[in-house]
């Protein structure tokens, strides 16, 4: 079976009469919201993502992780935090995403925490820069139910490879994307379902075909071609792709570069997901990597009150009136990913 086709298969069977009734209410409310302009929000999310650390072995460029830049603490997310959340949240929770910032494979029971939310018929996934896929590790991923594994490789030579990914190994990211397949054979088991994703910069577009074709020659399910995000763009940047479809930023008359995409006053994401940080913040979106828009803690409050309280309800307004007032929406343009 083709490998797209059996992860969304696999998706589906996550599906319960809870989970498709709360989707409703939640597209349901998005589009009355739109039309209204007034916030509403009638469900529950139906994705989130939970950072586990935000501890990161390498030093990539336009990374806060890579750069030490944070000024919110590092650390690690406790077992218990996350498991009282989930449990809230198991019923109408279809999707879960173990990534934030950070590299999630340095955090000591982060396969733990994927094999809790595995056994509550939770999608799982999870993105990694694959150092940590040693043969033990690799053999555990698969055993936890993990569904999707995404391995950023952004480039098919180490001289290319480690110009964005400063202080990786591309051999690594090779034998632990090895170890994996080997395992999942080993297990007989269709999942995790492997992405190659490839960040698309100046550096390495001329090796777009090569990852393709890597990505066939071992086995890997699938290639994401992913457009990325420069802070400082104005003035233009060696990391802008010269391919035009995947640069997020276009050249002006004077030399200046913006944002290709209409800044529209709307976002599905304020409505069917969050993040949640390793120290139970809850904040908007993946965009949010400092936390500066704090619209709950999941140390002092439940899920509900602060996902209906009057902190989010206000942020989702702000939204819908004038998207350009959030200064983190005006770096952000939806659709970033290019499937190959």
Request: glycine share 8%; with cysteine.
């Amino acid at each position: 079976m083709n490998g797209n086709l059996q992860d969304g298969l696999n998706l589906l069977s996550k599906l319960t009469p809870k989970r498709i009734w709360n989707g409703l209410k939640v597209v349901t409310s998005f589009y009355n919201s739109k039309l209204s302009g007034k916030p509403a929000q009638w469900g529950m999310p139906i994705s989130i993502s939970f950072e586990p650390t935000t501890s990161c072995n390498l030093r990539c460029p336009e990374c806060p992780s890579g750069l030490r830049s944070f000024t919110r603490p590092t650390g690690m997310l406790e077992g218990d935090l996350f498991k009282r959340t989930l449990d809230e949240l198991e019923s109408t929770l279809l999707y879960l995403i173990f990534y934030f910032q950070g590299e999630p494979y340095l955090h000591p029971q982060f396969l733990d925490l994927v094999g809790y939310a595995s056994r509550k018929g939770v999608y799982t996934a999870t993105s990694t820069n694959a150092h940590y896929l040693t043969d033990a590790n690799a053999k555990k991923t698969v055993e936890s139910g993990l569904d999707r594994l995404i391995i950023s490789i952004d480039g098919t030579s180490q001289d290319t490879y480690e110009q964005y990914r400063v202080g990786g190994k591309l051999e690594k990211v090779l034998e632990g994307t090895k170890n994996i397949i080997k395992w999942k054979k080993e297990l007989k088991s269709k999942t995790p379902h492997i992405v190659f994703q490839f960040l698309v910069v100046k550096p390495n577009e001329h090796q777009i075909e090569e990852v393709q074709q890597l990505a066939k020659d071992l086995g890997v399910d699938e290639v994401g071609l992913k457009t990325a995000q420069i802070y400082d763009y104005e003035n233009g940047s060696d990391l802008i792709p010269t391919i035009d479809k995947y640069a997020r930023y276009k050249k002006q008359a004077d030399g200046s570069y913006k944002i290709k995409n209409k800044l529209v006053n709307h976002c599905w994401k304020m409505w069917h997901s969050c993040v949640i940080t390793w120290d139970g913040l809850v904040v908007p979106c993946c965009f949010d990597k400092d936390a500066h828009h704090r619209l709950g803690d999941m140390k002092t409050q439940t899920f509900s009150e602060l996902w209906h309280g009057k902190s989010y309800q206000q942020f989702r307004k702000t939204l819908i009136r004038s998207r350009s007032e959030i200064e983190m929406c005006k770096n952000c343009t939806e659709g970033t990913q290019v499937w190959a």
